[in-house]
T-cell receptor, first 114, second 111 residues
């Protein structure tokens, strides 16, 4: 199994530009999560989907952030316009059904906004 | 709401020392409990889990026991190695909701 795949691994952009992060969950998993990790705030849940439907987006910082999951094998997190304070590592994770509820994380996208 | 509290780091140990990282939780129901590990520059990896009271999760020499009476899930290892240097996160999940993480504890092991 390839695990959770994220792209790009690194992104450097200028303030005001649009940024799109991509995630491919593990095949057969029905839940997908987006997290943000910073030194100051640690790991924060941004949004999660169940069967492609957004269930909880209360962690999305503001309207500049949006996430979509058009099908079971793909999700995007978009920031428009980007700001320096968005600089962080963004992780995608997926989870299958059943007991335990463990999530499997991708390698993350390190975003730097200058 | 639910929350996880873990000991502040960094924890600095010599190789072969005993490790304990404390974790306590607050939950309204009966959560599953997890320890994740993050090596430098990588994503989080599941280290071990426990789904009900008195369960013991174990992996790679690490152990943690789900203690409902003390709402704790402390991570232990009898003899740490330099390769165990990483950030360790305690987490919980109730009824299939998203994971709630502690702030992480950095472990540094020297030879």
């Amino acid at each position: 199994d390839a695990g959770v795949i994220q792209s790009p691994r690194h992104e450097v952009t200028e303030m005001g530009q649009e940024v799109t992060l991509r995630c491919k969950p593990i095949s057969g998993h029905n839940s997908l999560f987006w997290y943000r990790q910073t030194m100051m705030r640690g790991l924060e849940l941004l949004i999660y989907f169940n069967n492609n439907v957004p269930i909880d987006d209360s962690g999305m910082p503001e309207d500049r952030f949006s996430a979509k999951m058009p099908n079971a094998s793909f999700s995007t997190l978009k920031i428009q316009p980007s700001e320096p304070r968005d600089s962080a590592v963004y992780f995608c994770a997926s989870r299958g059904q059943g007991a335990g509820y463990e999530q499997y994380f991708g390698p993350g996208t390190r975003l730097t906004v200058t | 709401g639910d929350s996880v509290t873990q000991m502040e780091g960094p924890v600095t140990l010599s190789e072969e020392a005993f490790l304990t990282i404390n974790c306590t939780y607050t939950a309204t129901g009966y959560p599953s409990l997890f320890w994740y590990v993050q090596y430098p520059g990588e994503g989080l990896q599941l280290l071990l889990k426990a789904t009900k009271a008195d369960d013991k999760g174990s992996n790679k020499g690490f152990e943690a026991t789900y203690r409902k009476e003390t709402t704790s899930f402390h991570l232990e290892k009898g003899s740490v190695q330099v390769s165990d240097s990483a950030v360790y996160f305690c987490a919980l999940s109730e009824a299939g909701t998203a994971l709630i993480f502690g702030k992480g504890t950095t472990l540094s092991v020297s030879s």
